[in-house]
C-alpha cells in the first residue's frame, strides 16, 4: 500500500512505527509504547492510539532517540525509502544524537584499564581491602 498524505487518514501508532522502520516487528513496536519509550506530542499513549499528519512522536530506541513530524501514514511496511517519507526528523533531534554520538566516540571502552587476570600482588591487594571491610 501507497503511503497517503492526506490529512483526514490514521493509523494506529503501533502499526505507523513499525511502517516508518522504527522496529523491525510490529510486537516490539507495541511493547516500546506500552514500556513508555514512545510519546505522541509529549503525552504517553497506548499502541491502539491513532496517529495523523502533523503529529510529533518522540521515540527511545536502543541507543538513539528520534524526535519526528509524521508526513505521510501508511499501515503496511514498504521499502526504506518509501518508509523515510512517512516523518521528518526535527533539526533538534539531529543534533542531539550527533553530540550524543561524539560523546559515545570520545568515551573510554568500558573495561579498557583492565589487562586480563589480577596477578599475584593484585591479588594479595584484594584480599587485604576485602579483610578489613
Partial sequence: ???????????????????????????????????????????????????????????????????????????KRGSATVAQTLYEETAESIAARETEREQRKLAATPGADLHGRPTKRDRRQIGRFNSQG
Avoid at 26 to 54: C, F, S, W
Fill in 1 to 75: 500500500m501507497k503511503p497517503t498524505h492526506d490529512h483526514d487518514e490514521r493509523v494506529r501508532l503501533d502499526k505507523w512505527l513499525w511502517a516508518a522502520r522504527f522496529f523491525k516487528h510490529r510486537t516490539q513496536a507495541t511493547e516500546a509504547v506500552d514500556g513508555g519509550k514512545i510519546q505522541l506530542n509529549g503525552v504517553r499513549v497506548k499502541p491502539a492510539r491513532d496517529v495523523k499528519i502533523g503529529d510529533q512522536v518522540e521515540i527511545q530506541a536502543t541507543e538513539a532517540r528520534f524526535c519526528v513530524i509524521v508526513k505521510g501514514i501508511a499501515d
